[in-house]
C-alpha cells in the first residue's frame, strides 16, 4: 500500500509540474480550414520569388496527428537570398525568465540547416532584443525522418513581442523540402 502510495505522489507531482505550451497550435492540427493555414500561423515569403517557393499545410506528411507545415524551393530559384519562414507570435511569457523551445523537423534535399527560432523584438520592432535558434546545436539537413530539435533561451528586458518561425533559406536548399511539427515553448523547471 505504501508503494502505491508514493508512485501516485509522484506520478501526480510529474502531471502537476508540466508547464503550459505557449505555441497554440504548434502541431498544426486544424482547428479552422478557412484560410487554408494553420490558425494562428502565416507565410512569410517575398513577392518577387512567390513563384519559386511553396507553403504547404502538409496533409500527406506529418510527425504525430494528420497535419504538418512544410517549406518547399524549387530547382529554378533566383540568386537571391532569402530566409522563407512560418511564423507565429506567442503570448504567456514573462521577462527575465528561461523558457525551452522544442519542436520536430524533417528534411529532403537540403544543403544548408533548417532552423526555429525565437525573436524578442522591442515594442517598436526597431531592436530584436533576443535570438534563439536550433540551427547550430541541432543542424537538420541533408535528407532525415524526424529530428527532434530544441533550444533553452532566457527572455530579455525589453521584449515586448516574442515570434517563433520555422524556416530554410534560399538559393542554397534550390530543389529541398522542410517539414515541422510538435513545435512547442515551455517555462524551464
Known sequence: MRVWFLLCVVLLAGCASRTRNL???GDFEPTSEFEGVPAG???TSVPRT???VEFSWDREVSRDGDRSIS????????DDPIAYNWTRTIRGWKVGETYELKGFVRARNLKEAAWIVVQCWNLEYEEL???ASTQSDHPVRGTTDWVRVGQVFEIPVGTEEIRIRAGIA???????????DGIEIRRSR
Do not use: K, L
Not at 71 to 78: K, N, Q, V
Not at 170 to 180: E, I
Open 41 to 43: 500561423w502565416s507565410a
Open 23 to 25: 505555441v497554440p497550435g
Open 71 to 78: 517549406i518547399s524551393i524549387s530547382e529554378d530559384h533566383p
Open 170 to 180: 534560399a538559393p542554397d536548399n534550390r530543389g529541398g523540402q522542410v517539414w515541422f
Open 129 to 131: 532584443v533576443g535570438f
Open 50 to 52: 512567390a513563384d519559386y
